[in-house]
């Protein structure tokens, strides 16, 4: 008996697009810093799908964590796309730091997104 699977639409999703540019966004800040070094190993960058985050791991640290979509995080209204610092491995910390949609580049470095 021969087993039928789908086959998923092969173009990503803005959501998916976004994230490819913020960990591309994440390796050029890292080359840059890394310039003036004689060796430099390139930043390895996963993404672990949660429940209702995404969490980007970089070289086994926790970078942040991306909402998956709208919600209330303590209190507070995020929104999808909507980038958090990391408080621990497991837990984004309270406030937002940026999105993954924002044109702009500065909300965020090779470490982690910027604090308040």
Request: cysteine-free; aromatic content about 14%.
């Amino acid at each position: 008996m021969r087993k039928l699977t789908k086959i998923k639409d092969l173009k990503m999703s803005k959501y998916e697009e976004a994230i490819e540019r913020l960990i591309e966004g994440i390796r050029v800040d890292y080359s840059r810093f890394t310039a003036g070094f004689t060796y430099q190993e390139p930043q390895e960058i996963t993404v672990s799908a949660g429940r209702k985050f995404d969490k980007l791991i970089s070289d086994r640290s926790v970078w942040g964590f991306i909402a998956k979509a709208d919600g209330e995080f303590k209190g507070l209204p995020y929104k999808e796309g909507d980038v958090f610092k990391a408080a621990s491995y497991r837990a984004p910390a309270k406030h937002v730091r940026g999105s993954i949609y924002a044109e702009s580049q500065n909300w965020f470095a090779w470490t982690g997104p910027n604090y308040l």
